[in-house]
């Protein structure tokens, strides 16, 4: 499996791809940094992102692309940057018909260190060791983008099955009557009246 990770963020956003499988040692396979120009009007600094983005996932090929899912920050502020640069990232992704998966900062630092509150210095030592670097990758933007990806590696795939088997067992829930399939269709005449008369 290809895995493109993405630690959203419109100054910088990092991003790291890694091969690999559960159980098994992942490699590197690239690492880096999109910036953009802060004193760029907002819709170029997402239409710069998104270009590069698409570039990354011509380039790489990745089988999935993992994105951090954004959580709520004291500085609103920067948290709708992220936000806006995740939406954009998976943009991307859906464009090239890739499939996105979206991971916790702690799910991913659990992941890759065996503790959902490890700093930035530790999962950067972490991803260091686990993908048997020269050097440590910086800035910690692009060690978080790496990380995401071995996550993704290690855990996307039980993620799956347990999403297969929850479709599976309500699968006969679905096929209700009160799903979309089974519901009476609505009547034309119950919208036209809607603001015609006086």
């Known amino acids: 499996m290809r895995v493109l990770g993405i630690d959203p963020g419109l100054t910088r956003c990092g991003w790291g791809v890694v091969d690999g499988r559960p159980g098994a040692r992942p490699a590197a396979v690239g690492v880096g940094v999109v910036r953009s120009d802060h004193t760029l009007a907002l819709e170029l600094r997402l239409l710069e992102l998104h270009t590069a983005v698409t570039a990354l996932v011509r380039e790489h090929r990745p089988d999935v692309v993992a994105i951090e899912r954004v959580f709520q920050q004291n500085n609103k502020g920067t948290a709708t940057g992220t936000a806006q640069a995740a939406g ?111």
């Not at 991307?92 to 979206?102: E, I, L, N």
């Not at 065996?114 to 991803?127: F, P, W």
């Not at 933007?141 to 795939?157: E, I, Q, T």
């Open 88 to 198: 954009v990232a998976a943009l991307a992704a859906a464009q090239a018909s890739r499939p996105v998966h979206w991971h916790t900062p702690s799910e991913v630092k659990a992941a890759i260190s065996g503790s959902g509150r490890a700093d930035k210095e530790q999962v950067t030592l972490m991803v260091t060791r686990i993908l048997g670097l020269d050097t440590p990758p910086r800035p910690a933007d692009a060690a978080d983008a790496l990380a995401l990806a071995v996550c993704h590696v290690w855990r996307g795939p039980t993620q799956d099955r347990l999403r297969v088997a929850a479709l599976a067992t309500g699968a006969g829930i679905a096929q209700g009557p009160l799903t979309t399939a089974r519901r009476p269709p609505v009547r034309a005449s119950r919208w036209q009246g809607i603001g015609s008369a006086s």
